[in-house]
C-alpha cells in the first residue's frame, strides 16, 4: 500500500515539472541571454521545452504502469526505455542551468591543485575551499562530533546550504562567531577568487587588518553576507573538501531538485599519501618517523588500523560510484591525481567535460602555467609546480619498510585503483619502473 502511494505522489510531481519546465526553460533562457553566455545543445528553447515535456509524459506512463492493480497498458515499453525514463526523473533538477561541483577527495592527494582547475575558470565560478574545517575543528572535539554519522550528516547539511548560498549554517561553526554576519576567521579565504573580488573583498584598514589579505588584494573581514550575493551571481559552484569520507552520506545532497550536483573523487596511491603527510604534518606522524627508522611496523598498532580504516573507506566510495547506482548515474566521476599529474590539461578537460561547464581559457592558461614550472613555490598547499615529476616524488622519500607496511594494510584499495606492488627497495626507487597501471574508471 504504501509503495502504491509513493507511485502517485511521483506522478503527481512528474505532471508538476510538465507544466512548470516551459517556465523555467524560458527563465534560465532568458538569464542565458542577459549575461551573453552561448547555450550549451543547438536546440531553441522551444525545442528543449518540447523535448522535456516529452520525455516528462513517457515518465508519467511507465511509473502509472507500475502501479498496483493498474491495467499495464504501457507494457510494449522496453526495459531499457523504461530504465531512461526513470533515470530522466532522478536526474531532473531545478538548478537553472546552473552546475554545482564536489570534489572530493583525502589530504595530501593534490586536492588543492586541482581544486584551482575550477576556482581559476574565471568570473562564472563560485569556488570554497575546505569550508566544512570550521565543522571539523569544533565538533571532533565534543562528544557529538564523536559519532561519525551525526558529522557525516553535518558536513552534507552543511554542504547543500552552501551550494545554494546559504552561509548561515556554516556560521554556527566558525570561532569565533561573526558579528553582523562578518568574520576575519574564515578558513583559507584567500584560496577562493570569488572571496577576494568586489564586492566581496572590501578594502583593509592599514596596519589593522593586514593579516586578512587575499593573494591578489588586501581585503578586510569577510561579509558573509555578500559572498552570499556574489554566490547567486556566479553561473557555477565548486566546493574541494577532505572531510566527506563515506559517498553514500551524499545521497540526499545529490538527489536534491535545487542542485545538479557532479561529485569527482580524487584518489592518489596511498604510499604517496603517506610518505607526504609526514613531509606536511611532521608532527601528527612521529610514529611512522620512528618506525622508519626502527624498519618495524607492528601491524595492530592505532596508527595502522586508523590506515586500513581510510583505506577501506576509500574503496568503499569508489565502489559504490563506480557501480553507478541510480542516484549517481552520470553524477560520479572517479580520477587518480597521477593521470592527472602526467596529463593535466587532458584530465581537466575531460572533468569539465563531464561537468558540464565551458573549460575557460583562464582555466587552460592557469594550468599551463602551473604544471611545467621548474620551480616549487613553498608551503604544503602550494599548487605551483612540475605535476609530471611531483607525481612521483614521494617514491625517494618513504622507506621501503613502510611502503610495504601500506600495500599490506591497503592492498584491496591499490588493486582496485591500479597502483603496482614493489617487492624491494630497487624497484621502489626506479624511475624506469611504473607503478601504475593503465586505467579507464568511467
Known amino acids: 500500500m504504501k509503495t502504491k502511494y509513493a507511485i502517485v505522489f511521483i506522478c503527481i510531481v512528474a ?13 534560465v533562457s532568458d538569464k542565458l541571454t542577459q549575461r551573453q553566455i552561448p547555450q550549451q545543445t543547438p536546440q531553441t528553447p522551444q525545442d528543449y521545452s518540447n523535448t522535456t515535456e516529452n520525455g516528462s509524459l ?46 572530493m577527495a583525502s589530504t595530501r592527494t593534490g586536492s588543492s591543485f586541482v581544486g584551482e582547475f575550477f576556482n581559476q575558470h574565471g568570473d562564472g565560478m563560485f569556488y570554497l575551499f575546505e569550508p566544512l574545517w570550521h565543522i571539523e575543528r569544533m565538533l571532533t572535539t565534543t562528544a557529538e562530533g564523536s559519532n561519525g554519522t551525526v558529522l557525516a550528516g553535518i558536513y552534507r547539511d552543511v554542504l547543500q546550504a552552501l551550494f545554494l548560498c546559504d ?38 584598514i592599514k596596519d589593522v587588518f593586514e593579516r586578512y589579505h587575499c593573494k591578489t588584494r588586501n581585503c578586510g573581514p569577510l ?7 556574489s554566490c547567486l551571481s556566479k553561473e557555477h559552484h565548486a566546493i574541494k573538501s577532505v572531510r566527506v569520507r563515506q559517498l553514500e552520506t551524499l545521497q540526499s545532497l545529490v538527489q536534491d531538485l535545487r542542485l545538479d550536483i557532479r561529485v569527482i573523487q580524487l584518489v592518489r596511491d596511498p604510499r ?11 608532527s601528527k606522524y612521529q610514529t611512522w618517523k620512528t618506525w622508519a627508522q626502527d624498519g618495524q611496523v607492528p601491524e595492530d598498532d592505532e596508527e595502522v588500523k586508523r590506515l586500513r580504516g581510510n583505506c577501506d573507506n576509500l574503496r568503499n566510495s569508489a565502489e559504490m560510484g563506480l557501480s553507478q ?108 619502473i611504473t607503478l601504475l597501471e593503465d586505467r579507464l574508471f568511467n
Open 325 to 432: 547506482p541510480r542516484w549517481l548515474r552520470r553524477r560520479y566521476m572517479l580520477v587518480r591525481y597521477e593521470d592527472i599529474a602526467r596529463y593535466p590539461m587532458q584530465k581537466a578537460e575531460e572533468m569539465y567535460a563531464f561537468t558540464g561547464i565551458p573549460f575557460s581559457s583562464q582555466a587552460k592558461e592557469w594550468i599551463l602555467r602551473n604544471t611545467q614550472t621548474t620551480q616549487e613555490a613553498s608551503g604544503i598547499y602550494s599548487t605551483q609546480k612540475n605535476s609530471s615529476e611531483q607525481a612521483e616524488k614521494w617514491r625517494f622519500s618513504i622507506p621501503f619498510t613502510l611502503a610495504q607496511a601500506v600495500q599490506k594494510v591497503c592492498g584491496p584499495t591499490m588493486k582496485l585503483f591500479g597502483y603496482k606492488f614493489v617487492e624491494d627497495e630497487k624497484s621502489l626507487i626506479n624511475k624506469s
Open 167 to 204: 552561509f548561515s549554517p556554516l556560521e554556527k561553526f566558525i570561532s569565533p562567531p561573526p558579528q553582523h554576519h562578518v568574520t576575519p576567521d574564515l578558513f583559507r579565504r584567500e584560496s577562493s577568487l570569488s572571496l577576494c573580488e568586489e564586492p566581496v573583498c572590501t578594502p583593509a
Open 15 to 27: 505532471l508538476v515539472i510538465i507544466e512548470k519546465e516551459s517556465n523555467i526553460i524560458s527563465r
Open 272 to 282: 604517496a599519501i603517506l610518505a607526504s603527510r609526514m613531509v606536511a604534518f611532521s
Open 223 to 229: 561579509n558573509l553576507t555578500l559572498a552570499s550575493e
Open 58 to 103: 513517457t515518465l508519467l506512463k511507465v511509473l502509472l504502469s507500475q502501479l498496483p492493480g493498474t491495467e499495464r497498458n504501457y507494457s510494449n515499453y522496453s526495459e531499457g526505455q523504461q530504465e531512461e525514463a526513470l533515470d530522466a526523473f532522478g536526474t531532473y533538477n531545478n538548478s537553472g542551468g546552473r552546475k554545482h561541483v564536489l570534489l
